[in-house]
């Protein structure tokens, strides 16, 4: 009875719901931190309770029991012991409930049969660039980097080798992330201004005066008119503002990005768009449901300007979208040409493989595609934020220096290059 009770209590210590944090810090350090809870008046309510056992650690150990479990032990004896795979099945079922009740009843299984699957390797990078020239890259352009000017151009620029390009930094009713879309472009040695819908409709600002165009994510007027469908159709219904787009679209020396509401927005521009016209919309999500998530990408071999030598990447990168679906089928609301549309990106599965399954592929879209381009690659539509993740910071899980810039910086640097 009282050995009974004695585990009775070690696992009422150990999985209650009182105000706690189970803290996982390398051995080498684990003193020092306790001297630091000792110097805060917590070493009282501080316990070493585990250490974590890789399978590689315990194979060089020739445990074969044990692996890929969470086991408590009191005394020399296994007073609990359970598969994590089992635990986390456990911990999702109510979430898998709801989303089987609310949501694509197909992809909450799928979702949950993935739920710590053991044999799942989790996030992981992968580039060709070498850390070196990475960095030399980045101090060049941080040392040259100025504050974001947010005043709207008088004149017409000429273009010189010497000067900051002007990029427009579209925004709409309800648009976002257009402030770290401006500082990715001003590190990378661009002139960035805020220019609002309103201010090309009434002329105080005039495409002419840029060489690139961005449109920013987010949910323009509130995604009642379908996300960016109803921010390209006051371009498309205004034969002022449908010429001004024509013209710069036509230009030899512009350029253009699309991100996520943006993506939208520009997919239902390709007909004005030179090369973008087998480019598909995007449509609900086949979970449909909102998906924020730090996805898995493969950057492809494309002529987008911004991809240039990235091809083969594989990077986490921030999606937040409730309509990214690739949508080719006219009879449901698509359009554009599969075989025939030059795909820049796709989502991938934690082992690198392309894939249509749910969650890795948050939308669903065929072949994992998530990013078009056109044939000259001066204009490219993506539905994941590369500038939400262009800093390790920003990154919900990175294996870098969270100092430095991640391998997305490279994409403004590409634009930088092309512009000359």
Not at 42 to 66: E, I, N, Y
Not at 73 to 99: E, G, M, Y
Not at 269 to 296: C, D, K, M, V, Y
Request: net charge neutral; charged share 20%; aromatic share 10%.
């Amino acid at each position: 009875q009282v050995s009974v009770r004695r585990d009775e209590l070690t696992l009422q210590a150990l999985f209650n719901e009182e105000l706690g944090v189970l803290l996982q810090v390398k051995t080498a350090e684990r003193n020092a931190v306790m001297q630091t809870l000792r110097q805060h008046g917590l070493s009282a309510f501080s316990h070493f309770v585990g250490k974590t056992r890789p399978a590689s650690a315990a194979a060089a150990s020739g445990m074969t029991t044990g692996v890929g479990e969470v086991q408590v032990w009191r005394d020399t004896k296994a007073v609990f012991s359970a598969k994590l795979q089992d635990l986390h099945q456990v911990w999702d079922s109510v979430s898998w409930q709801i989303c089987q009740r609310r949501d694509n009843p197909a992809c909450a299984n799928a979702e949950h049969a993935a739920a710590g699957d053991p044999a799942d390797p989790g996030l992981s990078i992968f580039v060709n660039l070498s850390k070196q020239n990475d960095k030399i890259v980045h101090e060049s352009i941080a040392q040259s980097a100025t504050k974001l000017v947010s005043k709207l151009p008088n004149q017409s620029p000429v273009f010189f080798k010497n000067q900051r390009p002007r990029v427009a930094v579209l925004r709409e009713q309800g648009v976002n992330s257009h402030v770290e879309m401006a500082y990715a472009f001003t590190q990378a040695g661009f002139e960035a201004f805020d220019v609002h819908m309103t201010d090309l409709q009434t002329g105080r600002a005039k495409l002419q005066d840029f060489q690139c165009v961005v449109a920013c994510g987010g949910f323009s007027y509130g995604d009642t008119l379908g996300a960016g469908i109803g921010w390209a159709r006051s371009i498309t219904f205004s034969n002022a503002l449908a010429d001004q787009f024509g013209r710069f679209f036509a230009r030899p020396d512009t350029f253009g990005l699309g991100v996520c509401n943006g993506c939208q927005m520009f997919a239902e521009l390709a007909n004005i768009i030179p090369g973008a016209e087998h480019w598909p919309r995007f449509t609900t999500n086949q979970s449909e449901r909102f998906e924020a998530r730090l996805s898995l990408v493969e950057i492809l071999e494309s002529p987008s300007l911004f991809l240039q030598g990235m091809s083969g990447y594989r990077l986490p990168i921030a999606v937040a979208h409730g309509e990214g679906f690739a949508n080719f089928e006219p009879g449901k609301g698509g359009r554009g040409n599969p075989g025939q549309v030059i795909a820049a990106m796709r989502f991938t599965d934690n082992h690198g493989a392309a894939t249509e399954a749910y969650p890795f592929n948050p939308n669903g879209s065929p072949g994992g595609l998530t990013a078009v381009t056109t044939a000259d690659g001066r204009f490219t539509a993506m539905m994941p934020h590369p500038e939400r993740v262009f800093r390790n910071i920003q990154m919900s899980w990175t294996p870098e220096d969270v100092s430095e810039y991640s391998p997305w910086m490279q994409l403004w640097h590409n634009a930088r290059r092309w512009v000359g």
